[in-house]
């Protein structure tokens, strides 16, 4: 199975991923024209992580996000869903605690965290308001979100320019790079199928999350959102 459907069933997509584990980061280096590592430092300043917080990263794929929030001397607990991206991480960054996980069913205790994040993880969430939900229940009281997510450019022209991008260019320069390209013609199809920032903010605030707000990066093309857990 190297192709999931926007109904996202867990099993499909996580076995894409492992597909794609091996060469996941550079073809996103590649297809983002290098613009995913400028996204990753805007998401390690948001999160703001300290030593000795305890920081849950979602969607951790291969562990190449968590690296960040390690160096601060936080505590990270890198957490995915696929076994083949876990795997991957263990043999480059073994000292790591990496953790299978279904972001809708987390296997942690209620108010462990201090912050939980997801980059580019949420799309891929079956339940996206269930996944919200249980982010939330890990997350102590006066603890935070971050979500690092491809939205909707803002100036119509980039819309434009990004959605041709989007379904035309992007699948043969994945064929060029990637293990597995059918992924990338999923990923691409999801990220048009997403609501814009106004809607996941909206979602955040009825799975519980106060002080919700988003800021853009890249114009639009991914949206930083922030919210914090009453305490």
Same mark, same amino acid.
């Given at each position: ?15 894409? !991923? +492992?597909? %794609?584990?091996?060469?996941?980061? &550079?073809? @996103? ?7 995913? #590592? ?74 462990? !965290? +201090?912050? %939980?994040?997801?980059?580019?993880? &949420?799309? @891929? ?7 919200? #939900? ?77 002080? %919700? ?19």
């Amino acid at each position: 199975m190297t192709r999931a459907s926007l109904d996202k069933q867990p099993h499909e997509v996580a076995s894409m !991923f +492992d597909d %794609v584990a091996e060469r996941y980061d &550079l073809t @996103n280096d590649v297809l983002s024209l290098g613009q995913d #590592r400028r996204w990753r430092k805007e998401v390690a300043k948001a999160v703001d992580a300290r030593p000795a917080q305890k920081i849950l990263d979602l969607a951790a794929g291969t562990g190449t996000s968590s690296l960040p929030f390690a160096r601060t001397g936080a505590y990270v607990v890198p957490c995915d869903f696929s076994q083949g991206m876990l795997q991957v991480g263990k043999q480059r960054q073994p000292w790591l605690p990496y953790t299978a996980g279904d972001a809708t069913r987390l296997p942690f205790k209620d108010d462990t !965290f +201090d912050a %939980v994040t997801i980059s580019f993880g &949420l799309r @891929n969430v079956q339940d996206t308001d269930a996944g919200l #939900r249980e982010m939330l229940r890990v997350t102590r009281p006066g603890g935070r979100i971050v979500i690092c997510e491809f939205s909707h450019p803002t100036w119509a022209p980039l819309r434009t320019v990004y959605t041709e991008y989007l379904m035309r260019a992007l699948p043969p320069v994945a064929r060029a790079v990637s293990s597995s390209p059918d992924a990338y013609v999923y990923l691409a199809e999801s990220i048009r199928a997403w609501p814009d920032q106004p809607a996941l903010a909206e979602r955040l605030g009825k799975a519980g999350w106060s002080r %919700v707000a988003w800021r853009n990066l890249s114009g639009g093309i991914v949206a930083l959102h922030r919210g914090f857990k009453a305490g």
